[in-house]
């Protein structure tokens, strides 16, 4: 059964495609915390591969339902990786809500690429990359990915490590059903 983070998503997702409101997104948004916090909205292809990820670590609305809207309706339109999504493409593409913790300076001995979530930065530079990720399976492989999303160079050391948990909702279907 989805719950309201994923119903939220995906429903913010259909009025950004498709410019119609859908009924209930309104009361699924006020049935979430109003505690403001970072979350990243991922769509998938139904054979898994990347369509759209946008996310926040510090949050930049009034609340997490605000927050979680913005982020589903920016993965499925504005991810520069990817054209804007289309509405034909609903029925094939499945939805994840990752909600962020706080994020807190660390050392590279307190990190589980598993567990953690990762952001680097050195002066105006930053990098992020979520955990459990298919193909991170070393401390050294998170860094060396998250440094290069910087910009940082492989061998400067020299930069400030934040880990954070995230909380994962899966959706199990189609955003278009």
């Not at 982020?71 to 990786?81: F, M, T, W």
């Not at 998250?146 to 940082?152: M, P, Q, S």
């Amino acid at each position: 059964m989805e719950d309201n983070y994923v119903k939220l998503a995906k429903k913010a997702v259909q009025k950004a495609v498709t410019g119609k409101e859908p009924e209930g997104i309104q009361k699924l948004k006020e049935s979430l915390t109003d505690e403001p916090r970072g979350a990243f909205v991922t769509l998938k292809r139904t054979g898994g591969d990347l369509r759209g990820c946008i996310g926040t670590y510090t949050p930049v609305t009034e609340s997490l339902g605000e927050e979680i809207m913005r982020n589903a309706s920016s993965a499925a339109l504005e991810d520069p990786r990817f054209p804007p999504v289309k509405p034909d493409e609903l029925g094939e593409l499945t939805i994840s809500v990752d909600v962020l913790s706080q994020p807190e300076v660390c050392d590279r001995e307190e990190l589980d690429p598993d567990k953690y979530g990762i952001i680097v930065e050195k002066g105006k530079r930053s990098g992020l990359l979520l955990p459990d990720l298919e193909g991170i399976d070393s401390v050294e492989e998170q860094l060396k990915v998250t440094k290069n999303k910087a910009g940082i160079p492989p061998k400067d050391d020299n930069f400030v490590i934040k880990r954070f948990e995230v909380e994962r909702h899966e959706g199990e279907t189609p955003i278009g059903n």
